[in-house]
């Protein structure tokens, strides 16, 4: 499967406030939240779903893999959502590993699959 996803019975402002804490405990940032709701609706189109996306980064981890291969570039920063889907609040990412495979280098499958799984272990503590 090309995601990974998780329910949680915390709201989503809990679950993104504890999912931050969780990816700073592990060297990763928040460099920016998108509301797609609320985006959506300033520009006149109805979506009531509340979906957030953040977008998360280790400076470390992304400088030693674009000095690697610059076509890793395409897939930074990693992808995480936050949103209700029929009152349950569900957290989930792209898998890393799976979406460095459309880069073709297999020396870089051993670092997308850490990433992921520290991304993975981020969202597991959040639950």
Not at 20 to 41: A, M, P, R, S, Y
Not at 48 to 75: H, I, T, W
Not at 88 to 113: C, H, N, V, Y
Not at 116 to 127: F, Q, V
Request: glycine share 4%.
């Amino acid at each position: 499967m090309f995601h990974y996803t998780v329910e949680t019975d915390k709201s989503m402002k809990e679950a993104m406030e504890s999912l931050e804490t969780n990816l700073k405990d592990d060297k990763f940032g928040v460099l920016w939240q998108f509301d797609i709701k609320d985006t959506l609706q300033k520009k006149g189109f109805e979506f009531d779903q509340p979906f957030n996306v953040l977008e998360v980064c280790n400076p470390k981890e992304a400088q030693r893999v674009l000095s690697q291969n610059k076509l890793v570039g395409y897939f930074l920063p990693c992808k995480i959502v936050i949103y209700e889907d029929e009152g349950t609040t569900k957290i989930g990412l792209p898998r890393p590993s799976s979406l460095i495979q459309m880069i073709e280098d297999d020396s870089l499958k051993e670092f997308a699959l850490d990433i992921e799984n520290r991304l993975i272990a981020c969202i597991d503590k959040t639950k």
